[in-house]
């Protein structure tokens, strides 16, 4: 199969329906899309609404990029090759209503060639979390049942590893591995063996993209008309901070993004538009404030599965 084609064509069209469900659960504000281009090589599409009924900001972004591994790249990326592709749809919703969660997905595949152009690596990436402002137990669940049902089709140890997987990626270091939200599914380097080809490879990446409207859609639904007050969105905000301390500090896309030259303007779209740093900010007890922060300082099993145990997932004989 010509992966890299296949792959752009599916990512184009993920886009596209994702893009019209978040339009329909709006039901107000719609996409506009800018297509740029990065002078090394490729570009992409970035769409991005704002001031709807329910989003505040968001985008769903592709890029299909491709140019010379840098000495940069090697040194920051770890890295080896002549030359490298990436193409992947990213997204970041953030909502108005403080009881409407922030979500964050992206899908992407990477090759690396050599100097006759001959393919020398390749691998998936990917995975969706969400972040509440208030917890909402039931929601956290759907959300993690639907991206479970997507996985165990490859594998019922995937699950449970690429949860861990996001439960410490998905965490402010400095803040004593604070979690920015409640998790999801996370991974990395995912490469083709001998009994788990590339094909399948590309299925289970389809499956986790596919996934994202049934995973979100129905918690905006059963949260958009909550009245919420000032004070519920002045938490949004201290919350949010979190989250540009995450994007700026720690994320790998955005760190990959700048080190590459990328397009500043798509990369930083994942930044909500108001956002507050007060000085140790520390919710009333027993709020429902309270009941977030605490949620979010220790990764939870939502499904009744231990995904903290060490799980060892070997890609071939699955």
């Not at 996001?166 to 599914?185: K, L, P, S, T, W």
């Not at 397009?263 to 930044?271: G, K, P, V, W």
Request: charged share 25%.
């Amino acid at each position: 199969m010509n992966v890299k084609q296949e792959w752009i064509t599916y990512i184009e069209d993920l886009q596209n329906k994702i893009c019209t469900a978040l339009e329909q659960a709006d039901a107000g504000a719609t996409f506009i899309e800018d297509r740029w281009e990065r002078a090394e090589g490729g570009g992409g599409k970035t769409r991005v609404i704002t001031n709807g009924h329910v989003f505040e900001k968001g985008g769903v972004n592709t890029s299909m990029v491709y140019g010379v591994v840098t000495d940069l790249m090697r040194q920051q990326l770890k890295i080896e090759g002549v030359n490298w592709f990436a193409c992947g749809l990213s997204l970041v919703m953030h909502p108005a209503n403080p009881f409407v969660p922030t979500t964050h997905a992206n899908w992407r595949y990477f090759e690396l060639y050599d100097a006759e152009n001959n393919i020398t690596d390749q691998w998936f990436g990917g995975g969706a979390d969400l972040t509440p402002y208030y917890l909402f137990e039931e929601d956290a669940v759907h959300f993690h049942q639907v991206l479970k049902n997507a996985q165990d089709p490859f594998g019922e140890a995937l699950y449970p590893t690429h949860k861990k997987c996001c439960d410490q990626y998905f965490a402010n270091h400095h803040r004593n591995e604070e979690m920015r939200g409640i998790g999801g599914v996370f991974y990395d380097h995912l490469r083709p063996t001998e009994n788990f080809d590339i094909g399948k490879l590309f299925n289970f990446q389809q499956a986790n993209g596919d996934s994202f409207v049934e995973a979100y859609i129905p918690i905006i639904e059963k949260r958009k008309h909550t009245v919420y007050s000032d004070d519920n969105k002045y938490w949004q905000e201290i919350r949010r901070g979190r989250y540009v301390e995450f994007n700026l500090l720690h994320d790998r896309g955005t760190i990959f993004g700048l080190k590459t030259n990328g397009r500043t303007e798509s990369i930083l779209m994942s930044l909500p538009p108001t956002v507050r740093f007060d000085y140790n900010y520390q919710p009333v007890a027993g709020s429902g404030e309270e009941k977030l922060l605490d949620a979010c300082l220790h990764p939870k099993d939502w499904l009744g599965i231990d995904a903290n145990d060490e799980v060892n997932v070997e890609w071939a004989g699955r």
